[in-house]
C-alpha cells in the first residue's frame, strides 16, 4: 500500500493551490489563496483492497460496483480495471478514508424514460430540482480516474429524445456525477463522456479539488446537425459550496462550461478549454424569493473559448456571462421564480482567449420577466469584477452587454488590457459597449453605454 500512501501525500501537496502569477489584486487573490485545501491525508493506510473487472456483455455490473464500495469504501482502497461497467439503477457511494482507482467507465444504461420516472433517480441538489444517477458523499477520498475512467453518459439517445421533447429544468434528466456533502476530495484525470444533462455538480460541499476532467457532449446523429441538440450539457454547477478547485479542463458541451450558483464561495477555476455551448456562467442566481444567492471569492484564469463547427454544435453565446431573475416573482420554481436576493462580488478573470462568441461580456437580469419588460428590477446585484489580459473575438458586433438592475446596479468592474474586436471591426462597423444601470466601469477601449 506504499504507492497509494505516496501518492496520498503527494494529492496532499496539489491540494495547496497557490497563485502562479503575481496577483494584480493582492487583496482578492490572497483571500481566494489563502483558503487552501487542508484535508489531513498523510496518515491514510489503506486497510482493505477491492477489486472489480466488467463481467462482460449483458451482465450488469451494479451489485459488484455497489459492493466493493461497501465493502472498501472506509478506509479501503477500490481498484476497478479497464473496461466498461454496466450500471443499471441509480447509485449512491459513500467514502470515508478511502482512494478509488475507476480506470474503467460507468456506463450508464441508455433507458430514457425509466431514468426520468422520479423515483430512478435522487433531487440532492436542491436547486431547480435537478435529478442525479450517480452521488458520491463523504470526506477525505480520492477517486482517480487514471485519464481512462469516469462515467460514460450514453446521452446519444438523450439528445435525440429531447430534439422533440420539451426540456425544462427539474424535469428529471440526470445529472452525470454529483459530489453531494462531500468534504476533503480529491477527483482526478477523470472523464464525462456524452453526458445527457449536467456533467457535473458539487453541491453542499467543501475543500474539492478537480484536477483533469474532460468533458464531450457531442451530437453523433447526422439527423440533428447544425441544431442545438444537447441543451443543458453543462461542465459543472456548483451550489452551496465552499473551496472548490477545478483545473485543467477540456469541456466540449451545448450549455455553460462552469455554471457558479447560489451559495459558491471560494472558487477557482483555472486552465479550461471551453468548446461550444454558453460560456462560462454565473447564475441564474435570484430565482428563490426566500433564498439569498452569495457568490464571493472567485477566480477564473487560463481559459479559452472556442467556437465549434456549426455542424457540431451552433452555439457559442457568451465569452463570460451573468444571469438574475427579475425582481417580481413570475411562478415557482423549479421553472419560474424570481425576487431573491443576492450578490456575485469579488471575482477575478484573466487570461482569457474568446474565439467568435456571440457577446464577450454580458450581465441580463430579467429572467422570468416577460419580454421588453423594463426597468429590470432585480435584486441581484454584480460588483467589484476585475477582466485583465482578455484578447479574442465575437462573432456579431456585441462586445459588452451589461444590462442591469434599477435597484441593483452593477458596480465597480474594472477591465485591463482586453482586446475583443466585433465581427465588423475594421470594416466600419462599430462595435457595440451596451451599458445600463451600470456604474464604476473602467477600462474598456470606447466608453460603455456609447
Ligand atoms: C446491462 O445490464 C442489463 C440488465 O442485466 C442488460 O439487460 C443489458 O444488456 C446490459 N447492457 C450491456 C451493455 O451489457
Ligand atoms: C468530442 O466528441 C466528438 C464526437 O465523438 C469528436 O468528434 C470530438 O473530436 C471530441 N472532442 C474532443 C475535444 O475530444
Ligand atoms: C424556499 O422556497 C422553496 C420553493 O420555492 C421551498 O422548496 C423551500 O423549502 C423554501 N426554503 C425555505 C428555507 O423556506
Ligand atoms: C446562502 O447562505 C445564507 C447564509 O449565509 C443563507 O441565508 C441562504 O439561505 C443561503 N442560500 C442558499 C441558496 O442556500
Ligand atoms: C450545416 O451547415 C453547414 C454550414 O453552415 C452546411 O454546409 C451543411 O450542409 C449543413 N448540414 C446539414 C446536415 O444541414
Ligand atoms: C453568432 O453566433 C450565434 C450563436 O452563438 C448565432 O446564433 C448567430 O447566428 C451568429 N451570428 C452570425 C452573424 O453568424
Ligand atoms: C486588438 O487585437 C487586434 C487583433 O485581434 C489587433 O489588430 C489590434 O491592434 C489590437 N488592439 C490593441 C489596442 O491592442
Ligand atoms: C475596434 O477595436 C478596437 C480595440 O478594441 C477599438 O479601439 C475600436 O474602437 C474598434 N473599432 C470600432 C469601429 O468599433
Same mark, same amino acid.
Given at each position: 500500500m506504499l504507492s497509494a500512501l505516496t501518492s496520498l501525500v503527494v494529492l496532499a501537496a496539489i491540494l495547496? %493551490? /497557490?497563485?502562479?502569477?503575481?496577483?494584480?489584486?493582492p487583496d482578492l487573490s490572497s483571500s481566494v489563496a489563502s483558503s487552501p485545501l487542508s484535508p489531513?491525508?498523510?496518515?491514510f493506510k489503506p486497510s482493505k483492497l477491492c477489486t472489480l473487472k466488467p463481467l462482460g456483455r449483458?451482465?450488469?455490473?451494479t451489485p459488484q460496483v455497489e459492493n466493493a464500495i461497501k465493502r472498501c469504501g472506509h478506509g479501503g482502497r477500490t481498484v476497478f480495471e479497464k473496461g466498461r461497467y454496466n450500471i443499471t439503477r441509480k447509485m449512491t457511494w459513500d467514502l470515508k478514508s478511502a482512494r478509488i482507482d475507476l480506470k474503467g467507465l460507468l456506463s450508464f444504461e441508455p433507458k430514457v424514460e425509466e431514468w426520468l420516472q422520479?423515483?430512478?433517480?435522487?433531487?440532492?441538489?436542491?436547486i431547480q430540482s435537478q435529478a442525479s444517477w450517480f452521488v458520491v458523499s463523504g470526506s477525505d477520498f480520492v477517486i482517480d480516474?487514471?485519464?481512462?475512467g469516469g462515467v460514460h453518459g450514453n446521452g446519444q439517445p438523450w439528445y435525440n429524445h429531447f430534439t422533440h421533447t420539451p426540456r425544462n429544468d427539474g424535469?428529471?434528466? %440526470?445529472?452525470?456525477?454529483t459530489l453531494w456533502k462531500a468534504k476533503r476530495a480529491v477527483i482526478k484525470d477523470f472523464n464525462i463522456h456524452?453526458?445527457?444533462?449536467?456533467?457535473n455538480a458539487v453541491a453542499e460541499?467543501?475543500?474539492?479539488l478537480y484536477d483533469g476532467m474532460y468533458i464531450n457532449a457531442t451530437n453523433t446523429n447526422p439527423e440533428f446537425f447544425?441544431?442545438?441538440?444537447?441543451?443543458? /450539457?453543462?461542465?459543472i454547477d456548483t451550489y452551496r459550496s465552499d473551496k472548490i478547485t477545478m483545473k485543467n479542463w477540456d469541456v466540449t458541451c451545448?450549455?455553460?462550461?462552469i455554471a457558479v450558483k447560489g451559495?459558491? /464561495?471560494?472558487i477557482i477555476a483555472r486552465d479550461f478549454v471551453c468548446r461550444g455551448?454558453?460560456?462560462i456562467a454565473f447564475g441564474?442566481?435570484?430565482?428563490?424569493?426566500?433564498l439569498t444567492d452569495y457568490v464571493s471569492n472567485v477566480l477564473v484564469e487560463n481559459v479559452k473559448v472556442l467556437r465549434l463547427p456549426s455542424r457540431v454544435q451552433p452555439n457559442m453565446n457568451h465569452g463570460i456571462y451573468f444571469k438574475a431573475w427579475d425582481g417580481p416573482v413570475s411562478?415557482?420554481?423549479?421553472t419560474g421564480g424570481g425576487g431573491g436576493f443576492g450578490f456575485v462580488r469579488d471575482a477575478i478573470f484573466r487570461n482569457f482567449i474568446f474565439d467568435?462568441?456571440?457577446?464577450?461580456f454580458q450581465i441580463v437580469q430579467?429572467?422570468?420577466?416577460?419580454?421588453?419588460?423594463?426597468p429590470v428590477t432585480s435584486k441581484v446585484k454584480f460588483e467589484k469584477m476585475r477582466f485583465e489580459d482578455i484578447r479574442g473575438t465575437t462573432n456579431?458586433?456585441?462586445?459588452v452587454r451589461f444590462e442591469c438592475s434599477e435597484v441593483a446596479q452593477c458596480s465597480d468592474i474594472t477591465f485591463r488590457n482586453v482586446n475583443v474586436t466585433g465581427a465588423g471591426n475594421g470594416t466600419g462597423v462599430k462595435d457595440e459597449y451596451i451599458c445600463e444601470?451600470?456604474?464604476?466601469?473602467?477600462?474598456?477601449?470606447v466608453p460603455c453605454g456609447n
Open positions: 495547496s %493551490p /497557490t497563485l502562479s502569477s503575481a496577483p494584480s489584486f489531513d491525508l498523510s496518515s449483458g451482465k450488469d455490473d422520479p423515483e430512478n433517480t435522487y433531487r440532492v441538489v436542491f480516474a487514471h485519464g481512462s424535469d428529471g434528466r %440526470p445529472i452525470s456525477f456524452f453526458p445527457p444533462f449536467w456533467a460541499s467543501s475543500d474539492i447544425n441544431q442545438t441538440v444537447v441543451w443543458n /450539457t453543462d461542465g451545448g450549455d455553460d462550461c451559495n459558491s /464561495t471560494n455551448g454558453t460560456g441564474s442566481l435570484g430565482q428563490y424569493a426566500n411562478g415557482t420554481p423549479p467568435r462568441v456571440q457577446t464577450a430579467n429572467f422570468g420577466a416577460p419580454s421588453g419588460d423594463v456579431e458586433s456585441t462586445i444601470n451600470a456604474v464604476g466601469i473602467t477600462g474598456l477601449p
